[in-house]
């Protein structure tokens, strides 16, 4: 591939570039890693890999060379046969990439069909065939079933088969575990490694997961805002970056083997959170006016305990759906639970925020995941900052805009954005304003519920380092809540980890990383520092410095 | 509002803008423009257009530019104050049905069900009979007709709000409902409330010429479009203007109004067609 | 499936009952009384109380409202609608025939407007953004902008006076054969194509262009599948659903539409009489004809339901 751009148009009718001359070559069986943040063009880049792009796309310039063949010069016909044929997609989201009305076996045989121009019976059997070779239990059965009846991971083994339909001997992948939980990804990812070797395909790996990356593939290629900043060989570029943004992008991952400087808990004393024999259950949906919603779903959590000493920070760790952000809405006032205790600050806390007094409810605070729709996007910041000093401390006018800009300076964002809207932000920077917001309220406890999962990696780390320096100095406690166990390292001192909705081990972070003593707990880990081996071991306080540090 | 410029100024807008404030001009100034009273018998039976009668006169001798000019205050009139009402009213039980749920959101939600299983000529003649046709039965109805679907996409709107995060932030707060509704999630909906008015406009002004053709609907001698073309329609082979006249006025009305909502609806970023419903 | 299909099915039922109450309060509770509102006013003078209470006993109007709700509504539910005021005519035989002659331009104007819509968004939402797709847009304003007693009425100038390929009047009698009446029917039902098109094409069309962009075309796409067989497998199956969801509001429109394109054309159907009915007060008239409409509406919604549970298997679950 040489020299490709390539251009979305922009409401406005001109285009705006999307990849900028970019330029690689990748020999048989090789694989490349495309790693860059959101934005930076890298899924656009492996899309034109086929000759394509999102609808309002255009490819500009440059040619792509498949053995010698320019596909930008094929016709419909052999654009066709390229596609699946000896390039193969697969795409990010399993469950939105299949026909939600197509049983799953017969949209792989399509692609066989398509591409071996073979029988019905003959496409069955392959498909098979397929379902076999992606490890896929009972394929027979699995074949008529429809993808929302599928659990993720065996989603992402369909959409794989199907791209191995037509024997292709470069296999695109775009993020394919993001969707993912971390135990399904490590399988999925064995599985993509076993069949490369099996089928001896080239890959092109797009992913923003440094680890993931330095795993599968041999060469990485490192996109900024469209342009390829480097590339090279995986262990020389993560040990000797040579941009000074590669540098960052490898600084800012979070990582459970580096020694995190997290909060230290309060000495001794009681602690300000106490939570004992926590239980939910998801009511579900009435089935008739007059039926109860009946309690015969699983329970969300069931026994869970744990305390948050004053000043400290207790990190909650587990996969999607073990009951983590049902413990947050909880604690913070939202849901009532089923069962068990809270205790505040020694004294018991009523189950829902407005059965709980004012001051109470200063005391508490939450920091929600999406940055955007937790501020009201018709007030400006400073309204959104003024409510609670106005509720909370009694502060208007003047007074209250003071301190709205203080707050937004202790954050390191300029006073200037109190006239702003939430759209005008970008999602780190609302991310910020929603934990000035929390502390606006002078609170005692903070509950973080994902609250970097969707911002960048660079992003979050400067987020971290802001969060543990305002707790440092208001001394508040905080309950972080994430999926990421490099996350968790950073900023939590003890961690709790939950499966199931309920608690399968707590520790001291370090510890409990270093030596899990539950099973489940150490496939997490093991999930979590894979691709460690060809980082740098940059002899490192903490990852995420590089001048964010106030 | 945050109205994005590139929409306003396609030119379906610009003619829907222009067709609204034309027809709103006439409206509010017709006594000052109409040449000749809109109910006075001035000329001969059917003359033709040209002459002293610019556009001809009806079948009773009347000057038909005046009455055409005269004919939307009435249906205008009656057909805003309904559809303000029912926006007003039904933009409220919707974010209430939306924050209170439970049995409020059941019973508004099966109030909505029946309306839509009666079309909109139905609903009102089923009123009329009981209740005749003067002008608070019309504005009523008209109000009535439209108040469900109104609930409807609001409510729809409001249920996209009550779990972001900064609705939760301010129950959090210990915010009263009163203040979460009028300071949260009011001003998200109001985008939608304002494409909704236009488009219901549209369908009121429809249906209440309808309902006036069909001799349902405002009564002579009120000088009004449906009915002008009902009156006509004994002319139209030797008089066609009669009809055709009128129905110009009426779709250009109509026209503007949808092109209009389309307008605004693009210039908020909302999509119109959701809200588009099979007419009258 | 079978649960979830027993489920719409009791909410219609439900639905449909209300309407029943809807029907009775609106003619029969409030302003006065049936009697009351079928007299003129001259009528009225010259009767005396006495004369009153006879017809109001005669037309069981003395009996109290729920006592004669509950009679109305099993009388109803059996068929019989009661009698008119005037000429003591059955109310079901006044609106037999009308009835079917109705059904059938409907049908008609169904068959014809569905597969209309289905063509032209997929076309405006293939061709997005050139020329079908702003001629689809603008045509679909144009004909829900356009009253059809207006654009019927310019259909007759066209086509009956101008050029006079049809007749302006429909000649047809009410218990002609289907097959005379639909030979009268054709601008009646290009009237009410028009007029009802425009918000299935539209619906198509935002369904469609949502499929296109959709993940699993894409991946059909890269697939290497080609156009005709991602539009025909993957992507129109997943589109029409919009449209079905709200088969309710179509069908209301449709509806409306054939009850005003019958008094233009002097169709003989249900339209008509209903609009006889609602001039003379003849209450017992219009509740037949409001419950069978409601009672069309919906059941084809509930058919609307069964379709999107064939086409989607996720609606199967729910």
Known sequence: MKGLGVGYRRPDGRLGPAVIDAAFSLAEGESLGLVGESGSGKSTLARALLGYCRPGGVITSGEILLEGEDIRKLDGAGIRRLRGGRVAFVPQNPLSSLTPHLRVGSQVAEAVRIHRRCGAEEARQATLELFAAVNLPDPAALYDRFPHELSGGQRQRVVISAALAGEPRLVVLDEPTTALDKTTE?????????????????????????????????????????????????????????????????????????????????????????????????????RWPWSRGADDGRPALAGVSFAVAAGETLG??????????????????????????????????????????????????????????????????????????????????????????????????????????????????????????????????????????????????????????????????????????????????????????????????????????????????????????????????????????? | MRIDPFALRKPAALLGLALVAIHLVLALFSPWIAPFDPTELVGGRVDPPGGEFLLGTDALGRDYLSRLLHGGRMALFVTFTGVVAAVTAGSLAGIAAAWFGGTLDDVLMRLCDVKLALPGILFVSLFITGFGESFGVLVTLIGLVYFPGVIRIVRAQALTQVNLGYVKAAQLRGESAFSIIAREILPNTLDVVYVEFAIRMSHAVLLLSTMSYLGLGLSPPTPDWGLMVSEGVGQLAFAPWLVLFPAVFISTLVIGLNFGAEALAGALGLDASRGHVGGT | ????????????????????????????????????????????????????????????????????????????????????????????????????????????????????????????????????????????????????????????????????????????????????????AFLPVLTVVIGSIAHLVRLVRAGFIEALNSDYVERARLAGASRLRIILRHALPASVIPALNSAALYVAGLLSGIIVVEKVFGYPGLGLVLINAVEKREVAVVQAVSLIAAVIVVAMNLLADAAVMALDPRARSR
Not at chain 1, 464 to 475: A, D, F, I, V, Y
Not at chain 3, 7 to 14: D, H, N, P, V, Y
């Open chain 1, 186 to 286: 490590i399988q999925v990812l064995e599985l993509v490694r076993s069949l490369r070797d099996r089928f001896k395909a080239t890959l092109v790996y797009v992913s923003h997961d440094l680890n993931v990356v330095a795993e599968m593939c041999d060469r990485v290629l490192v996109m900024l805002q469209g342009r390829v900043v480097e590339q090279g060989a995986t262990a020389r570029v993560y040990r000797a970056p040579a941009h000074d943004y590669t540098r960052r992008l490898i600084a800012a991952v979070p990582r459970i083997d580096r020694a995190a400087q997290a909060v230290a808990p309060a000495a001794g004393g009681e602690p300000i959170l106490a939570v004992a024999d926590l239980a939910y259950r998801y009511a579900t949906r009435r």
């Open chain 3, 1 to 184: 499936m079978a649960r979830a299909f027993l489920r719409r099915l009791a909410l219609s039922l439900g639905v449909v009952w209300l309407v029943t109450v809807l029907v009775f309060v609106s003619t029969e509770i409030l302003p006065g009384d049936a009697l009351q509102v079928s007299l003129t006013a001259d009528e009225a003078a010259q009767m005396t109380e006495d004369d009153f209470a006879r017809r109001r006993a005669e037309l069981g109007l003395d009996r109290p409202a729920p006592a004669r709700y509950a009679g109305w509504l099993l009388a109803a539910a059996k068929g019989d609608f009661g009698t008119t005021i005037i000429g003591k005519a059955d109310v079901t035989e006044v609106i037999a025939y009308p009835l079917r002659n109705s059904v059938l331009l409907g049908l008609v104007t169904a068959l014809v407007a569905i597969p209309a819509a289905l063509a032209i968004g997929i076309a405006a939402a293939y061709w997005r953004g050139r020329a079908p797709d702003f001629a689809a847009s603008s045509g679909a304003i144009l004909g829900y902008s356009i009253p059809e007693f207006a654009s019927g009425n310019f259909l007759i100038l066209c086509f009956a006076i101008w050029v006079p390929v049809f007749p302006a009047v429909i000649t047809a009698f009410t218990k002609d054969p289907p097959s005379v009446l639909l030979g009268a």
């Open chain 1, 316 to 550: 909650l760790v587990g996969e999607s759906g073990s009951g983590k952000s049902t413990a947050a809405a909880i604690i913070a006032g939202l849901i009532a639970p089923a069962g068990g205790s809270l205790r505040f600050a020694g004294k018991p806390l009523p189950p829902l925020a407005s059965a709980r007094e004012p001051a109470t409810r200063r005391r508490i605070q939450i920091i929600f995941q999406d940055p955007l729709s937790s501020l009201n996007p018709r007030h400006r910041i400073e309204a959104i900052l003024a409510r609670p000093l106005a509720l909370f401390h009694g502060l208007a006018g003047a007074a209250a805009r003071k301190r709205a800009g203080e707050l937004l300076g202790q954050l390191q964002l300029d006073p200037a954005f109190l006239d702003c809207y939430p759209r005008q932000l970008s999602g780190g920077q609302q991310q910020r304003v929603a934990i000035a917001r929390a502390f606006a309220a002078d609170p005692d406890l903070i509950i973080c519920d994902e609250i970097t999962s969707a911002l960048d990696v660079s992003v979050q780390a400067q987020v971290l380092e802001l969060l543990k320096s305002l707790q440092r100095r208001s001394g508040a406690a905080c309950l972080f809540i994430s999926h990421d166990l490099g996350v968790i390292a950073q900023v939590a001192a003890r961690v709790v980890v939950l499966r199931d909705g309920t608690v399968r081990e707590t520790g001291a972070t370090a510890e409990v990383f270093r030596r899990p003593a539950d099973p489940y707990t150490r496939t997490l880990v093991d999930a979590a520092t894979r691709g460690y081996a060809s980082l740098p071991d940059l002899p490192g306080t903490s990852a995420a410095a590089n001048g964010t540090e106030p």
